[in-house]
């Protein structure tokens, strides 16, 4: 493990952040209903991906989502943050493997598709079908860093065929006989980094539609005995990425979505836990892929600093009383991607040292 000095270094979520890739929509398409889509949309939803499945995003989202992402850029290259972007692969171009054909999603959600554990870029295998290749967007960037001296450990692809999704899942259905049940199954590996969250030498992760025990043992044999990998699970019955349910924002601080965190692992007993207020609701209920909670989708700056959407007034108010400084930036034209600041960044560098916090 090398020190903060190395071109790639980023141990937590809160440490200063001086690199950090923010995504595009630029191309963006929208994906087909299939099971893996349908395991995690709002019923509210379906109607959209019924109309634009396999075809663009509409021009004025594209647009509106580049205006506020772009702005996102400006903010932390006013912060002193050096911001790097994704360069779009063609996303509307058929593909085909020898079991299935499909097109491509975006490169909005670097969060999604890359994690960092100290000096090492982890690329996640993925599981949805239009996901195959979206790590390819971030090619330039990751040569970049590998010939800068950052590690760079790409996980194994699952083909993705026949016997990977469940075909008798039913998302109407998600907890049967008490235990949760996933969309893909355990029979090849799979996880999309937006599953894990980090806290220094401790690492949290859920399994999910997308993310599964192989993936998660995979990652835990990889990242070497530095890092204590806890798989932990909450009361999300259709969950995708950990980042709106636990957002660690200091040493000992963590918020939580109270719907979904009932309780937390006895690991943060010593932590000061920061309850969400309830999100604000989106006036277009436009969340296709995603909950309200997308509130709480933050990115830190610093200890103190944290990004947020400028209509999330109560979360606002609510880290201001927690002692933090809010910087709020509009990001509501984001959300029906599938994400806020958080799934559409990815720091890259933050100073500081691998450290324990428990
Ligand atoms: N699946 C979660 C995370 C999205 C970024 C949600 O709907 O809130």
């Known amino acids: 493990m090398k020190n903060s000095l190395s071109s790639v270094w980023s141990c937590n979520e809160w440490d200063p952040l001086e690199e950090v890739i923010v995504g595009s929509v630029e191309g963006a398409m929208v994906p087909e209903f299939d099971e893996a889509v349908r395991a995690i949309t709002p019923d509210h939803a379906e109607p959209f991906f019924r109309e634009y499945g396999g075809k663009p995003f509409p021009e004025e989202m594209i647009e509106k989502g580049t205006q506020e992402l772009d702005g996102l850029a400006k903010v932390l290259t006013d912060l002193g943050v050096k911001v790097r972007r994704p360069d779009p692969i063609p996303f509307s171009v ?10 491509g999603l975006y490169a909005a959600m670097p969060r ?8 090492t870029i982890i690329e996640a ?22 010939e800068k001296g950052g590690r760079w450990l790409v996980a194994p692809k699952s083909a993705m065929a026949e016997g990977f999704y469940d075909v008798s899942y039913n998302p109407d259905e998600p907890i049967v006989n008490g235990e949760k049940r996933f969309v893909i199954t355990e029979n090849d590996i799979a996880f999309d980094a937006a599953d894990f969250i980090r806290c220094g030498k401790d690492v949290f992760v859920q399994k999910s539609n997308v993310t599964n025990e192989k993936g998660i043992e995979w990652v835990r044999r990889h990242v070497g005995p530095e890092f204590t990998i806890h798989e932990v699970e909450f009361d999300d019955a259709h969950p995708m990425h950990i980042d709106t349910t636990i957002v660690p924002l200091a040493p000992g601080k963590i918020l939580v979505n109270p719907e979904w965190v009932k309780k937390l ?7 000061e836990v920061l309850v969400a207020p309830p999100p604000t609701k989106s006036e277009d209920k436009a ?34 009383k927690w002692g933090f400084e809010p ?17 559409a960044t990815l720091d890259i560098r933050r100073k500081g040292t691998l450290e324990s916090y428990f």
Request: one cysteine or more.
């Open 94 to 103: 058929e593909y085909q493997t020898p079991w299935w054909k499909s097109r």
């Open 112 to 119: 999604d598709v890359f994690m960092v554990f100290g000096d």
């Open 125 to 146: 295998p993925m599981a949805w079908r239009t996901r195959y290749f979206e790590h390819l967007a971030y090619r330039p960037l990751m040569n970049e860093y590998f």
């Open 265 to 271: 692992p006895s690991i943060f007993d010593s932590w």
């Open 287 to 320: 969340l296709y892929f995603s909950s309200d909670w997308l509130t709480i989708n933050t990115l830190s700056i610093d200890e103190k600093r944290i990004i947020v959407e400028e209509q999330e007034q109560p979360l606002i108010d609510a880290l201001t």
């Open 327 to 343: 910087i709020p930036i509009p990001f509501r034209n984001f959300y029906p991607f599938g994400g806020s600041v958080h799934c």
